[in-house]
């Protein structure tokens, strides 16, 4: 009798352990990748702008937007939200745009962003045919904070320029960002 009460736990132990794995197998992704963000924001490569409209966000994983797309702030349009960002913690997106197409999509990452890890960041976070090229490294004078400009290009999608930009500030804090725009901004130099 002791061996069937073994035989029968054992049994219903293995049946939740593979129940549970279907689960995580089978769950839908709640988290976006740098990817994701950035194939929401360049239109497909045949089409006539560079840039996809307000309703490409709504399908990022995970994203709690604020309020309905577009709205308007002085002379543009704009959107922000939460994003959990695929193994890095939960960031914020910020669209800006007119009323019919984005301009650029920033992110305020959630971690420090390393600089002289930003390839390997970007490997984990694109897909594996994504061409990743640098346009700029390292400014002259960075010493704690800098930046480095990389032109991005999904597959079957325009190139978009991404800023990544890691600033140190007073009191030990610090802000990590990545711009995404269609061109290179003149803004972003040295």
Same mark, same amino acid.
């Given at each position: 009798?002791?061996?069937?009460?073994?035989?029968?736990?054992?049994? @219903?132990?293995?049946?939740?352990?593979?129940?549970?794995?279907?689960?995580?197998?089978?769950?839908?992704?709640?988290?976006?990748?740098?990817?994701?963000?950035?194939?929401?924001?360049?239109?497909?490569?045949?089409?006539?702008?560079?840039? %996809?409209?307000?309703?490409?966000?709504?399908?990022?994983?995970?994203?709690?937007?604020?309020?309905?797309?577009?709205?308007?702030?002085? %002379?543009?349009?704009?959107? %922000?939200?939460? +994003?959990?960002?695929?193994?890095?913690?939960?960031? @914020?997106?910020?669209?800006?745009?007119?009323?019919?197409?984005?301009? /650029?999509? /920033? +992110?305020?990452?959630?971690?420090?962003?390393?600089?002289?890890? +930003?390839?390997?960041?970007?490997?984990?976070?694109?897909?594996?045919?994504?061409?990743?090229?640098?346009?700029?490294?390292?400014?002259?004078?960075?010493?704690?904070?800098?930046?480095?400009?990389?032109?991005?290009?999904?597959?079957?999608?325009?190139?978009?320029?991404?800023?990544?930009?890691?600033?140190?500030?007073?009191?030990?804090?610090?802000?990590?960002?990545?711009?995404?725009?269609?061109?290179? %901004?003149?803004?972003?130099?040295?």
């Amino acid at each position: 009798m002791a061996l069937d009460q073994a035989g029968c736990c054992r049994a @219903t132990v293995m049946r939740a352990a593979l129940f549970g794995l279907c689960l995580c197998v089978s769950a839908p992704a709640l988290a976006a990748t740098l990817g994701d963000i950035a194939a929401a924001l360049a239109a497909p490569a045949g089409a006539p702008q560079a840039t %996809n409209d307000w309703t490409a966000f709504t399908k990022l994983a995970g994203a709690k937007w604020q309020g309905k797309a577009p709205a308007k702030g002085g %002379n543009k349009y704009y959107w %922000n939200g939460k +994003v959990p960002i695929d193994r890095v913690g939960t960031g @914020t997106v910020s669209l800006v745009g007119d009323k019919a197409a984005l301009h /650029s999509a /920033s +992110v305020e990452w959630p971690k420090d962003i390393k600089l002289a890890k +930003v390839p390997e960041m970007l490997a984990a976070q694109f897909p594996k045919d994504a061409k990743l090229e640098q346009v700029r490294g390292a400014c002259p004078d960075e010493r704690l904070s800098g930046s480095r400009i990389y032109r991005a290009t999904l597959a079957g999608r325009k190139p978009l320029y991404l800023h990544i930009q890691y600033a140190a500030a007073d009191r030990g804090s610090s802000s990590s960002t990545i711009e995404m725009e269609p061109q290179r %901004n003149k803004g972003w130099i040295c």
